[in-house]
């Protein structure tokens, strides 16, 4: 079974600031994907990113990318340029392969404030 | 495309009834799943479906049933309801294993009173 820890329940940026989130897991997969979703007050929940575990070069989309260290099976989200819609509560979501179907588990989430 | 929708929105329910939330996806995704949020926390998975007629338990079934007869609805049953499954209901498709999102739907928010 996965774990996620995801140890800042809460983080604060200032708009146009950078900020990072931070997400540990542990899995004894070797094939694994990794997302981060993001769930503003509406609850509905957004994909911001994802990252397949084999590919070394770290994902990127826009202001957010990931800092994926595979050995540490540590996996941040940084948000360059931070907006006001980047407030909301983030996860981390990593997705073993192989037979899990495509399941997630998911950190405890973390909730971003943006500050104009 | 309507994408992933869910019914009802919102449901009071009283201890000991029973409801069943439908989940209806229209982009043909084989995989499907259920998830519970409580305040504050991360969703944890109820039940999922990897094709019509074929489901399993996630991390939290218990008191819970889902059925598939179609690739497009994933329905789950409450049976009994308990105060202790007051929470937000997702459900969610895929359209393959790997690197492929999850779309999720708008949620249900269930009170058990």
């Known amino acids: 079974a996965q774990t996620v820890t995801q140890s800042q329940p809460e983080m604060s940026v200032q708009e146009a600031e950078t900020v990072t989130l931070s997400c540990t897991y542990d899995?004894?997969?070797?094939?694994?994907?990794l997302f981060w979703y993001k769930q503003p007050p509406s609850r509905q929940m957004i994909l911001v990113i994802r990252q397949e575990a084999y590919k070394q070069q770290n994902a990127t989309e826009n202001r957010f990318s990931v800092n994926f260290q595979k050995a540490a099976k540590s996996f941040s989200l940084k948000i360059s340029d931070s907006q006001l819609g980047d407030a909301a509560m983030y996860f981390c979501?990593?997705?073993?392969?192989?037979?899990?179907?495509?399941?997630?588990?998911f950190g405890q989430g973390t909730i971003l404030t943006v500050h104009p | 495309n309507a994408g992933v929708t869910q019914t009802p929105k919102f449901r009071i329910l009283k201890i000991g009834q029973s409801m069943t939330l439908q989940c209806t996806q229209d982009?043909?995704?084989?995989?499907m799943y259920w998830y519970r949020q409580d305040p504050g926390m991360g969703l944890k998975l109820i039940y999922y479906s990897v094709g019509a007629g074929i489901t399993d338990k996630g991390e939290v079934p218990n008191g819970y049933n889902v059925s598939r007869s179609t690739t497009e609805d994933f329905p789950l049953r409450l049976e009994l309801a308990a105060p202790s499954q007051t929470s937000v209901y997702f459900c969610?498709?895929?359209?393959?294993?790997?690197?492929?999102?999850?779309?999720f739907g708008p949620g249900t928010r269930l009170t058990v009173t």
């Open positions: 982009m043909n995704h084989n995989y």
């Open positions: 979501a990593p997705n073993a392969g192989g037979t899990s179907y495509g399941k997630l588990t």
């Open positions: 899995t004894s997969e070797s094939d694994y994907y």
């Open positions: 969610a498709s895929k359209g393959g294993s790997g690197a492929y999102e999850q779309y």
